[in-house]
């Protein structure tokens, strides 16, 4: 019989041994086949218990790694930061009628995933064709390393990105993020300032803004993708632009180191207008030399000389001596002083630079600047009283205010009679040239001294942060002095026909080395407009000018014009209505 025949056989007995036939020994074999059942179902029970066990082992352990996961900090991979950061937004910047100043815009950066990089050679000359000024020794060393992360150009332009994709090189990538903008270029850039790779901000209002909380939320992460509410700020785009426009072309066309200025409410203490030359366009901080190098005349362009630098600010000074005189009581607008001869001290000799060898009323030895009489002035006051009315005006401790950027002023250790005599006409203490117009003001608003904001005030606003430093009478007079200079001294330069300008020149040697320079100047000009009741207070520094109009280099012929350029064309802005006549009753002049 075939092994095939004997397996149906088998079959056809066990079928007819589980029938219901009554033969004998049917009883056993029953009993015998439901115990071959019961234990295959019991195998069965056994099998799926076992299999429920291991999947809840297995869940359980792989709970337990998330948990743990999920308690462990965060590794740090490579260069990349976390996704909330790279993606933190900042606010808007907004100016004073809300034209926008900075903002965020979207952008890519390229990175590399170097264990997924198949030719590292080829990848370098690929993306070298796109991106020319790639440093290919430093890539090549990135896409040839052991991580599994590394950027490889930040922030790339639409074009660079499309150029790229179409390579098609594996292991490379694309991650968004967002760039500052900065629309109006270096219009602004000393007041902006601007943020680093990673939209931090690292100077000016943009380091302002961070520390302010902006940092704090954008380091756990709450910025990421928020709406923020604009910053908006005291500068007035349009005469920013101006103000800028000028200090630019004074620079260049008298052939000066630098050159800055400034735009002041006389009663709010905000900075309308604030520009400083040479500067650089926030949007490329930093300019790459085709050698691979950090060009380091372009960052020079970062320092503010108005808020961050400190100067010796010459005649400019001898506004303060006399409203120290006036406000001290022992000298009137009427009184004289003799400047007939220099005035020889410690090895040093004073004299005037224009001297009209004569005795000079108050008034005439504004007019004049004679160092003499100012010097006499100090000598009248004395010492502690010189220290002590400076210091009442801000011109001896740092100012404060929103910008980071803001240098403290320099002074004698002890203060001599030779230092009181020099400070009084501008030698001998560096203060910056912000502060210098703060000053100013109050010689112009009725004697408040006000610190300087960047941030919009109204004048109620501005009411608590006010201290008297002087007598209104003090200022009235300085407001007369300042405008009889403007109509017959030095200030004639800086006129505008219908806006009443007046002010005061100031020309100081050059200090270069510890040295004053006796062919280089730095000439400032603070004035005030319009003079019967002087809102706006405008101060220009020009640093070493080679000529200035008319060929002169001193104040009178560089900063003084520079004043006249940046009220002619501001003042209608400021809504300052000119007038023309007597008391401003004619209201059309014929030209």
């Known amino acids: ?30 009993v015998s086949f439901e115990g071959t059942r019961k234990k295959s179902s019991n195998q069965a029970k056994s099998r799926v218990g076992i299999i429920i066990a291991g999947f809840t082992v297995a869940y359980c352990i792989i709970g337990g790694r998330l948990i743990q996961y999920g308690l462990e900090q965060p590794e740090a991979v490579s260069s990349i930061g976390r996704a909330d950061n790279l993606m933190a937004s900042r606010p808007d910047i907004l100016d004073r009628n809300g034209e926008i100043l900075a903002t965020d815009i979207r952008t890519v950066s390229l990175y590399a995933e170097p264990h997924k990089i198949v030719d590292a050679d080829e990848a370098v000359e690929q993306l070298s064709t796109v991106l020319p000024n790639l440093n290919q020794v430093d890539i090549y060393n990135k896409l040839r390393s052991k991580s599994r992360f590394q950027w490889l150009r930040r922030q790339l332009t639409p074009k660079q990105q499309s150029q790229i994709l179409a390579l098609g090189i594996p292991g490379i990538g694309f991650r968004p993020e967002k760039r500052r903008f900065y629309p109006g270029g270096s219009t602004a850039s000393h007041i902006l300032g601007h943020v680093n790779i990673d939209n931090r901000g ?42 800028h426009d000028v200090v630019v072309n004074a620079m260049r066309d008298y052939k000066a180191e630098a050159a800055g200025a400034v735009i002041l409410d006389a009663y709010t203490g905000e900075v309308l207008a604030m520009a400083s030359a040479p500067d650089y366009d926030p949007n490329q901080p930093s300019r790459t030399l085709p050698d691979g190098s950090v060009d380091k005349v372009y960052e020079e362009g970062w320092f503010s000389r108005m808020s961050n630098g400190t100067f010796e600010m010459g005649s400019t000074f001898k506004s303060f001596t006399l409203a120290m005189g006036l406000d001290s009581g022992k000298m009137t607008l009427k009184d004289s002083f003799d400047a007939r001869n220099p ?48 210091t009442r005006l801000g011109l001896l401790s740092k100012i404060q205010t929103e910008l980071p950027e803001v240098a403290t002023p320099s002074q004698p250790r002890t203060w001599k009679k030779i230092n009181s005599v020099t400070i009084s006409f501008g030698h001998g203490v560096s203060t910056t040239p912000l502060q210098t117009a703060v000053a100013g003001a109050a010689l112009m608003n009725g004697g408040y001294l006000l610190d300087p904001t960047f941030l919009p005030r109204t004048e ?35 006129q ?58 001193i104040s009178g012929f560089t900063a003084a014009p520079m004043v006249q350029k940046i009220i002619a064309r501001t003042a209608p802005l400021l809504g300052i209505k000119p007038k023309f006549g007597p008391n401003g009753a004619a209201l059309l002049v014929s030209y």
């Open 1 to 30: 019989m075939s092994f095939l025949s004997r397996i149906m056989v088998i079959k056809s007995r066990a079928h007819f041994s589980a029938g219901g036939n009554n033969h004998p020994g049917d009883n056993v074999r029953g």
């Open 202 to 243: 690292i100077a000016g209002m943009e380091r302002y803004i961070d520390s302010q909380g902006l940092a704090d939320l954008a380091a756990i992460g709450m910025t990421s993708d928020a709406k923020l509410e604009p910053v908006r700020l005291s500068i007035d785009l349009r005469v920013q632009n101006i103000v």
């Open 343 to 390: 005035i020889r001290m410690g090895g040093f000799t004073i004299k005037d630079f224009h001297g009209k060898h004569r005795v000079l009323t108050v008034p005439e030895i504004f007019q004049y600047s004679s160092n003499i009489g100012t010097a006499k002035i100090a000598d009248l006051v004395g010492i502690d009283g010189h220290k002590e009315f400076l």
């Open 460 to 494: 109620e606003q501005a009411a608590p942060f006010r201290h008297q430093v002087m007598k209104e009478s003090t200022s009235a007079d300085m407001r007369y002095l300042f405008n009889w200079n403007g109509i017959a001294g030095s200030g004639r330069n800086a």
């Open 496 to 553: 505008v026909a219908g806006f009443h300008v007046g002010g005061k020149t100031g020309t100081a040697d050059k200090v270069i080395n510890g040295r004053y320079a006796n062919d280089l100047n730095f000439n400032s000009f603070i004035a005030g407009f319009p003079m019967d009741d002087p809102r706006y207070i405008v101060l220009t520094i020009i640093d070493a000018p080679l000529t200035g109009e008319s060929g002169g280099r």
